[in-house]
């Protein structure tokens, strides 16, 4: 099969875990900017990571034939401090024109608090204000609905903001109908503790049709497996559908989200 990470945190992963993806049939990574697993102390430590994500981590993605995106953004989890977060949204510009950066990703809110709520929006002026995809995280457990409410009224409520050209990820069974009704796509993660299983992302999409979603891993320094998405599509496989639907989900929606940005380039 081919298929498309459309959302995996490679920096806190192994060169194995690249070959692996490469071996499974993955065309290209792309890798939101978030949590370090800590709390980074200051506006320059964002800067050397987005150097990170914009140089090195594609040319190690590069040793394994591996094309590698990007998106950048103070994460919510670092937002409760808006002095930071001023510094850090003031760094990103310059780096919107290197080649493999997609958007302003993955914003959206934590714990729903009003810093990130704040932050939530400059991060969305700062996507219309440069004409750029963008990619939500939504929050965990009993915070989701609530929070994907409020992203989904925030972004909505801009009016140069194009619901088509945003994803709000972490959608599971009580959100994603939110999320798809306002027009946006919805991302469906495959965490084996957490978020969706394999069998649940697959009930999403039977429920609420193939259209505007699509699956990753977001792997990350935490518990979590970065072929993931290839292994949903063995579930996919085991309850009887074909080579075309199995590519539409894995690869063709993400691409054609994807190429809404024009650096984004695989051939399809």
Known sequence: MRYIEPHAHMVSRVTDDYQ??????CKAVCEPAFWAGFDRSSAQGFYDYFCQLTDYEPRRAELFGLPHYCWLCINPKEAEDLELAEEVMALIPEFLERDNVLGIG???LNKNSRNELTVLEKQVNLAAEHDQLILVHTPHLEDK???TRIIVDVIGNEPRIDPGRVLIDHVEEHTAKIALDAGFWGGLTLY????????????ILEKFGADRLWMNSACDW??????????????????????????QVFFLNPVRFLRQCPKFKVKV
Not at 192 to 203: G, H, L, M, V
Request: hydrophobic share 35%.
């Open 106 to 108: 993955e914003i959206g």
């Open 145 to 147: 609905l609530k929070g």
């Open 20 to 25: 692996a993806m490469v071996v499974a049939g």
């Open 222 to 247: 935490g518990v979590s497996v970065p072929l993931a998405v290839p292994y949903a599509a063995q579930e996919m496989r085991r309850r009887g559908y074909d080579d075309q639907t199995i590519d």
């Open 192 to 203: 084996p503790e957490s978020k969706c299983t394999s069998p649940r992302a697959i009930d």
